[in-house]
C-alpha cells in the first residue's frame, strides 16, 4: 500500500495546495490523522476523493513516507478509493436480483 501526493500547487485562500490519496481509504485516513488532518477535511464527494493538503503538509507527508505521485498514478488511486466508498447491494439480493434492480 502506497501514499501519494501530487504536486499540482493550486492556489487558494493565499496558499499553495496539493492532493492526498492512497490506495486504500484506511491507509488514506490513517496517514492523514498521523499528518494532523482532520476528518471532515476528507473530500468524499468531489470528483475523486482525496484530502486538500498545503505544501508545507505536503513536504511533511514526503518526509513520513509518501511519494510523490504523478497524474496517472492520483487519477488510478483515485478511481479505486471511488470504488470503496459505492455502497454495496444488500447481501440477501440474488445476483439476478442485483442486476434486475441497477437496470
Same mark, same amino acid.
Given at each position: ?18 492532493? =492526498?490519496? &492512497? ?9 492523514a490523522a498521523?499528518?494532523? %488532518? *482532520? ?24 518526509? =513520513?513516507? &509518501? ?13 479505486? %478509493? *471511488? ?21
Amino acid at each position: 500500500m502506497t501514499i501519494y501526493v501530487d504536486n499540482e500547487r493550486i492556489e487558494w485562500r493565499g496558499k499553495l495546495w496539493c492532493h =492526498l490519496v &492512497a490506495d486504500s481509504l484506511e491507509e488514506l485516513h490513517e496517514f492523514a490523522a498521523t499528518l494532523g %488532518l *482532520r476528518r471532515s477535511w476528507f473530500q468524499g464527494k468531489a470528483s475523486y476523493p482525496h484530502y486538500d493538503v498545503t505544501t508545507t503538509v505536503r513536504d511533511r507527508a514526503l518526509q =513520513l513516507g &509518501a511519494t510523490p505521485g504523478s497524474k496517472v498514478q492520483i487519477i488510478a488511486c483515485a478511481k479505486r %478509493l *471511488r470504488e470503496e466508498l459505492r455502497p454495496s447491494p444488500p447481501a440477501h439480493l440474488s445476483n439476478g436480483d442485483r442486476l434486475q434492480r441497477m437496470a
